[in-house]
């Protein structure tokens, strides 16, 4: 009878965030992927086309769409190696007998609190007008306007991600530094090991859950960043910094190619996918139990 009256109880809970699930994410997930096969506007008075799969081969040969690939895919490598960088030394430092880590942890963190719409408005301020007026006073510098510069533009939106999405990551990171249980630290230390090898080959090996965990997160957020991308360079200049989710947001609500951007956001979930699996199945392989 107490079972029965538990087995109630979870339903209450469980069901209304399973029918908000279905109804925001898995309904309009095949509704969606319907949709790729017609050339629509998305207007409900104009007709549907069926094409077939005419979308996704359109897509293959589609120029812009392959060149915010390329971006993509250069911003998502060079993001996640600073992002877990940056996190893997942050956590480093604030799990030491620093007087103020605590402290510490808060302000690192603190940025991922910030949307992403009001940091891209942000650091465009910093970015774009601020430069200007410091490569004003200090001519010859690296200190000029980044958003209208392709190259800086995409190194601007690489540093934003990097110090929005860094202190979630220290965070993991912190977790799986202090799992380590101290007797295998002491045991390292009365070996001999010094700190770079306590690290190398003592932390770093049982840390690799941790590793496999935001190797995830990162791939996976800076693949389908949107939020910053169009409040910081809007794509620009000239389409430089269009990622992936741009591109497919362009193309559905400014080109009204409804179906032809559904077929791209099919692809591009594919692409993710894949490309985050294989991480995950890769890392875990040397994950190390203690």
Known sequence: MKRK????????????????????VIIPFFIGIGYSFF???????????????DNFIKAF???????????????????????????????LIVTTKLKVRNIARTMIFMPYLIGGLILGFIWSFILGDAFSYIGEKLPHSIFFNWLLSPTFALIGLVVVVTWQMAGYIMIIYIAGIQSIPDDIIEAAKVDGAGFWGTLLRI????????????????????????????????????????????????????????????????????????????????????????
């Not at 050339?39 to 799969?53: A, R, T």
Request: charged content about 10%; some cysteine.
């Open 203 to 290: 932390k770093f090996p049982l840390i690799m859950p941790s590793f496999t965990i935001c190797l995830f997160f990162s791939l996976s957020n800076c693949f389908k960043v949107f939020d910053v991308n169009y409040s910081l360079t809007g794509g620009g200049p000239s389409n430089a910094t269009e990622m992936f989710a741009m591109n497919i947001y362009n193309e559905i609500f400014k080109l009204n190619h409804y179906g032809y951007g559904q077929s791209k956001a099919i692809i591009f979930l594919f692409i993710v996918a894949i490309i985050t699996l294989f991480q995950v199945s890769v890392t875990k392989k040397r994950e190390v139990e203690m």
């Open 61 to 91: 040969s589609d120029k812009r769409f392959l060149s915010s690939a390329i971006k993509t895919t250069i911003f998502t490598l060079l993001s996640v190696i600073t992002i877990n960088i940056f996190g893997l030394f942050f956590a």
């Open 5 to 24: 009256n538990n087995a109630f109880w979870y339903a209450i809970f469980v069901l209304p965030l399973v029918f908000v699930f279905v109804t925001v």
């Open 39 to 53: 050339s629509w506007d998305g207007l409900p008075l104009n007709p549907k086309i069926f094409v077939g799969l």
